[in-house]
Structure formats: C-alpha cells, structure tokens
C-alpha cells in the first residue's frame, strides 16, 4: 500500500525557516517524480515545487522561488522541503504527492500544517 | 501561473448530472491532455479521478468522466450520490515542469 506521511510542520515567525519531510513507503521511491502542494485552511490548492526522480531537476512557484528548496534521499524514500524567509502568506497545510508518471498527482499524504506568526 | 477558472460552486439532486468546468489558457489545459480531476471531502487530502483528461484510475466509478475542448476542461458526475458531495479541483501541467490547479468547486448534493 502506498503511503506517504509528512512531518516537520508548525508555529514559526515571519523570516523564520522550516524544513518539511515526507516518508514514503509501499512503492520504489527512486522511480517516481515528487511534488508539494499546499492549500490556506478554507482555500483552494496550490501547487508549490516538484522534484525528478534523482533529484537533478527541480522547479518552484513563482511565489517561493528563491525561499524554498525541494530535495529528496532516495536511499531512504523521503521528500523533504526547505523553506526559508517564511511569510505570512505561507500559512498553508502542506501536502506531498506523488506523480503517476502520467503528470498526475495519485498519491496524497495526510498533510502537515505551517504555521506562520509571530 | 494564473489559475485556470472554476465555477465556485455547483448543486444537484441524487440521480441527477452535473458538470464542472475548468478554463484556462493555451499554455496549460489548452496545451497538453494533461489535466487531472481531484476529489476534497472536508478535513482530508485530495483524491485523483480522472487524469490524463478523460481517464479514471482504478476504483473511481465509471460515474466520473473528463473531456476537453480548447482551453476548457469539463468534469462530469452523472448519477449523483450524496457521498460526491466535495470540492473539485482541476489541475494541468503548464510547461516547463510546473503544474497548476484551478481555483476550486464545491458540490452540493441536494
């Protein structure tokens, strides 16, 4: 069964930093492109970075290009993402998924929630 | 990376159709047969029906079909039951490895 479970979220202050891990299992990892999508409570989602399967490629929003970084360690099956400068507007649930190889997203995880706020 | 156009909301008795639509532009829906449908029941993570425009994976009802025609993508659920009553995303790839998703609609389910 496929499961990915996110981690690492919660309160931090404006300009802080985060960094948000992603545990997959039930399917080989490394074959399988990855993305974080992120919805405001009550808002829709949006897509926010995506990552290859070794990790050469990688590609941001234009709303946290420069602040976020996307990588993963394919030895032990987990997406991570670095977020820097925090913002307000980054308050968000945040969701991996994975990518079905056919430029869909077919696996959720349950979410965890940023929160940013001094 | 703007949005692709969904109505906010749409309603439906049991039994009865319904469609959903998503407009966007020529560099995403209208560009590629990569758009996907995701189903939001509150408090839980988005599920795939339809992807690749007009394809379900295994275990969606063969209720849910997808189509396309320009830059309009369309979701349609006949035989509505209470259980679709959730939000509906869109979403396409748009090039240069980025993705995006429509803004989102809520099914009532009267």
């Known amino acids: 069964e496929v499961q990915l479970v996110e981690s690492g979220g919660g309160l931090v202050q404006p300009g802080g930093s985060l960094r948000l891990s992603c545990a997959a299992s039930?399917?080989?990892?490394?074959?399988?492109?990855m993305h974080w999508v992120r919805q405001v409570p009550g808002k829709g989602l949006v897509w926010v970075s995506t990552?290859?399967?070794?990790?050469?490629?990688?590609k941001y929003a234009d709303s946290v290009k420069g602040r976020f970084t996307i990588s993963r360690d394919n030895a032990k099956s987990t997406l991570f993402l670095l977020m820097n400068s925090l913002r307000a507007e980054d308050t968000a649930v945040y969701y991996c998924?994975?990518?079905?190889?056919?430029?869909?997203?077919?696996?959720w995880g349950q979410g965890t929630l940023v929160t940013v706020s001094s | 990376q703007s949005a692709p156009t969904q109505p906010p909301s749409v309603s439906g008795s049991p039994g009865q159709s319904v469609t959903i639509s998503c407009t966007g532009t020529s560099s995403d829906v209208g560009g590629y047969n990569r758009v996907s449908w995701y189903q939001q029941p509150p408090g839980t993570a988005p599920k795939l029906m339809i992807f690749?425009?007009?394809n379900r994976p295994s275990g969606v009802p063969e209720r849910f079909s997808g189509s396309k025609s320009g830059n309009t993508a369309s979701l349609t659920i006949s035989g509505l039951q209470a259980e679709d009553e959730a939000d509906y995303y869109c979403s396409s790839y748009a090039s240069s490895n980025t993705w995006v998703f429509g803004g989102g609609t809520k099914l009532t389910v009267l």
């Open positions: 990552i290859n399967s070794d990790g050469s490629t990688t």
């Open positions: 039930g399917f080989t990892f490394s074959n399988f492109r």
């Open positions: 998924a994975r990518d079905g190889n056919n430029y869909n997203l077919d696996y």
């Open positions: 690749g425009v007009s």
